[in-house]
C-alpha cells in the first residue's frame, strides 16, 4: 500500500460546514484526490486537554463546541462517522512510552473536526479518530510526539491536522471576509509555508522567533499547534502543496497544506 498523505487544513469559523464555496469545493476535491482511506486520525484545536487522550468509542458523538449565536442549522448538524477503537489503541501504542487514555465517553468529534470533514469525506463513512493536544506541553514537544505516527501513513490511515497558521479573532476584519490580510499577518503565513517548502520544520517549531509577527499571528497556539502534528508525520521525499491559499478578515489564514510522495 503506497502511503497516504498529511494534510493540514485552515478550517476557519464552523459556519463553513453550511457554506458552498471556493474553499468547501477545494477539500472536495482533495477528499476525492486522495482517495478514501481506511480510517483518519485527526488533531484539532478544539481538544486541549493535560495529558493526552484518544477518542476510542465506536460511535463518537458530534459536539456542537460554539457559541449560542450560531444559527440552529449548525446545531442541527450530524457527522454520524464511526469510531475505531482498533486505530485508537494502535495510537496508543504508537506513541509509548507517552500514556495515552483512551477516551471512551468524554470527547467525540468537535467542530475542527466535522465541519471539515463534512466536506472532504461528506457521507461520513470513513472511521475517524481524534487525538488531543496536552495544553501543557511546548511546541518542540509536539512536534516531536507526532514522529511517532508516521507509521500510520502506511498502513491506510489519513493524518490529518485542524487549526490555522494565522488565528487572531479580535483583529479580524468581521465586515470584510475578502480584505486585504494584514500585512504581519501575510509575512507570518508566507514565512510558514517557505519553512514548509524548504523542509526546515525548526522554523515552523521555533515560530516565536517571528517576534511580533508571531506574537499577532499565533495569540494562543491552540490553532497553530496541530500543523506541527503533520510537519511532525512528514516523511522524506514528501512534496508540499498548497490550497486552500487565502487569509479571510485580515487575521485568518484558510491555507491547507498537503505533504505527498512526489
Known amino acids: 500500500m503506497s502511503r497516504m498523505p498529511v494534510v493540514f487544513f485552515g478550517h476557519?469559523?464552523?459556519?463553513?460546514?453550511?457554506e458552498t464555496n471556493d474553499t468547501t469545493k477545494t477539500w472536495r476535491a482533495m477528499g476525492a484526490a486522495i482517495g478514501k482511506p481506511r480510517a483518519i486520525l485527526c488533531v484539532s484545536a478544539h481538544w486541549l486537554t493535560q495529558g493526552v487522550a484518544v477518542t476510542a468509542m465506536t460511535a463518537p458523538?458530534?459536539?456542537?463546541?460554539?457559541?449560542?449565536?450560531?444559527?440552529?442549522?449548525?446545531?442541527?448538524?450530524?457527522?454520524?462517522?464511526?469510531?475505531?477503537?482498533?486505530?485508537a489503541a494502535r495510537v496508543r501504542d504508537l506513541l509509548a512510552p507517552q500514556p495515552v487514555a483512551l477516551d471512551q465517553q468524554g470527547w467525540g468529534l468537535d467542530h475542527g473536526t466535522w465541519s471539515v470533514l463534512s466536506k472532504v469525506y461528506p457521507d461520513a463513512d470513513v472511521p475517524v479518530v481524534q487525538l488531543s493536544m496536552d495544553a501543557t506541553k511546548p511546541p518542540e514537544w509536539h512536534f516531536e510526539l507526532a514522529?511517532?505516527?508516521a507509521p500510520l501513513r502506511a498502513e491506510g490511515v489519513l493524518i490529518v491536522g485542524t487549526g490555522n497558521i494565522v488565528h487572531n479573532l479580535p483583529a479580524m476584519n468581521w465586515g470584510e471576509r475578502h480584505c486585504a490580510p494584514y500585512d504581519w499577518s501575510q509575512r507570518f503565513n508566507d514565512h510558514i509555508k517557505q519553512a514548509?517548502?524548504?523542509?526546515?520544520?525548526?522554523?515552523?517549531?521555533?515560530?516565536?522567533?517571528?517576534?511580533?509577527d508571531a506574537a499577532r499571528s499565533v495569540p494562543t497556539p491552540d490553532?497553530?499547534?496541530p500543523l506541527l502534528y503533520v510537519l511532525g508525520a512528514r516523511l522524506p521525499g514528501d512534496v508540499a502543496s498548497f490550497a486552500p491559499d487565502h487569509i479571510e478578515h485580515g487575521s485568518l489564514s484558510m491555507t491547507s497544506v498537503t505533504l505527498s510522495a512526489a
Open 196 to 212: 514548509i517548502v524548504d523542509d526546515a520544520p525548526e522554523r515552523a517549531v521555533n515560530f516565536a522567533a517571528l517576534g511580533q
Open 223 to 225: 490553532h497553530y499547534w
Open 12 to 18: 476557519g469559523s464552523p459556519m463553513i460546514a453550511l
Open 147 to 149: 514522529k511517532r505516527l
Open 61 to 87: 458523538r458530534t459536539i456542537h463546541d460554539f457559541g449560542a449565536s450560531f444559527p440552529k442549522a449548525l446545531f442541527d448538524m450530524q457527522y454520524p462517522a464511526p469510531g475505531s477503537p482498533e486505530l
